[in-house]
């Protein structure tokens, strides 16, 4: 099992920035990869930054110069560096891990950008 803490969301103007962590614990010694998915209303989840154990990342073309992924191992942390926010941005930011055979889903942290 593992289990996964969000932190960081928050209420930001548009050209702001906010930043998230993923605490993990428990069996975290083989987990392939890990990452940020948001969900905004009326629409569905979608990938935004994952990272994998040897430390690759990719991004949604929406964020792509904008947010940086980022892990500490050390802290078994995971972090979502989100600048220049937009009101496109707001959403239920989700940290995700992947394990060989099986998702972790964190609760979810709210995220609001007003214009």
């Known amino acids: 099992q593992v289990q996964l803490v969000e932190s960081g969301g928050g209420l930001v103007q548009a050209g702001g920035s906010l930043r998230l962590s993923c605490a993990a614990s428990?069996?975290?010694?083989?987990?392939?990869?890990m990452g940020w998915y948001r969900q905004a209303p009326g629409k569905q989840r979608e990938p935004v930054a994952t990272?994998?154990?040897?430390?690759?990342?990719n991004y949604a073309d929406s964020v792509k110069g904008r947010f940086t992924i980022s892990k500490d191992n050390a802290k078994n942390t995971v972090y979502l560096q989100m600048n220049s926010l937009k009101p496109d941005d707001t959403a239920v930011y989700y940290c995700?891990?992947?394990?060989?055979?099986?998702?972790?889903w964190g609760q979810g942290t709210q995220v609001t950008v007003s214009s």
């Open positions: 990272i994998t154990s040897g430390g690759v990342t």
């Open positions: 995700r891990a992947m394990a060989p055979n099986r998702l972790y």
């Open positions: 428990g069996s975290i010694f083989n987990l392939n990869s």
